[in-house]
């Protein structure tokens, strides 16, 4: 896939220490720009074409994780045990054990604290790419930039974060953070705003 595996340990490395570090975004949103700047390192030094099919498999991935989660939820509810939950999917039950802990819940906002972490991990960078095809790549990055440049001793919020794209876009996109953020469920990727 890479052709320089340590370049891209090193992306992947120094993402999460920007993030948590200079710029204190909760994980939810760190770990999706982290995601999201691997996957540009890709598509600008890999591949140029990259992007499509990486989002397209994350979308795949969220679907197949969320589809689980609510299977398991059935078996749960039924008061069944991982093991039963198992067997009756024909999976083994190292499989669906890392998932058995959040199927009470199903699926949530990735701004919920209770959400499963790979889903904000997907979410995360499907909704920065989505946020980059609405806005064009101008815009996204000067808001990337904005964002990026703010180095504070306090958490960035989510409203911070849709204020520094909504400064450089000039018009509102609480519609879109409201349906990325704080809805379940996975965006039409072509649907900025409702």
Not at 117 to 146: I, S, V, W
Not at 156 to 170: A, I, N
């Amino acid at each position: 896939m890479y052709d320089s595996i340590p370049a891209v340990v090193l992306v992947d490395e120094c993402g999460p220490q920007w993030n948590a570090y200079q710029v204190r975004l909760p994980n939810y949103l760190a770990e999706g720009f982290s995601q999201y700047t691997d996957e540009l390192f890709a598509e600008r030094f890999v591949n140029p074409n990259w992007m499509a099919t990486i989002m397209a498999t994350y979308r795949q991935a969220y679907t197949n994780t969320v589809n689980l989660i609510a299977r398991l939820k059935t078996f749960k509810d039924r008061g069944q045990t991982v093991e039963q939950a198992a067997q009756a999917l024909g999976l083994p039950v190292d499989t669906v054990a890392p998932y058995w802990p959040w199927a009470s819940y199903g699926e949530l906002a990735i701004s919920d604290p209770r959400v499963f972490p790979t889903l904000y991990f997907l979410k995360g960078a499907l909704a920065l790419h989505a946020l980059r095809t609405y806005l064009g790549d101008e815009q996204f990055f000067a808001g990337f930039q904005k964002l990026f440049s703010v180095g504070t001793t306090e958490p960035v919020t989510l409203d911070y974060y849709r204020q520094c794209f909504e400064s450089v876009h000039g018009r509102s996109l609480a519609s879109f953070f409201q349906l990325w953020y704080n809805e379940p469920g996975l965006p039409d990727p072509s649907m900025a705003t409702r």
